[in-house]
């Protein structure tokens, strides 16, 4: 696994939580609401990293990190 470090703190799978949320995008998938975008994006974190030590962000931490690049995305598609 490599840990991107544009976030802020220590390395962590924020920047893997952001390609996933893209991905579902791009697939018209992505969750009605921020809360459940994060929701998801923890669920998916924790299927593709169950057998490693990486530790998940907060669904807090995921939105706080989350929060303009899912307004955009959700922009796009409204606008499509």
Known sequence: IIFDKS???R???MRALEQEMV???QSHKLQPSLAKECDYLLAWA???YQHSDVQ???VT????AMR??????KKELLDA
């Open 46 to 48: 924790e299927r593709e």
């Open 56 to 58: 998940l962000p907060k």
């Open 68 to 73: 303009q690049r899912y307004a955009e995305l």
């Open 61 to 64: 931490s995921v939105k706080n």
């Open 11 to 13: 390395p962590s799978i």
């Open 7 to 9: 976030f802020p703190g």
């Open 23 to 25: 991905r579902q995008a």
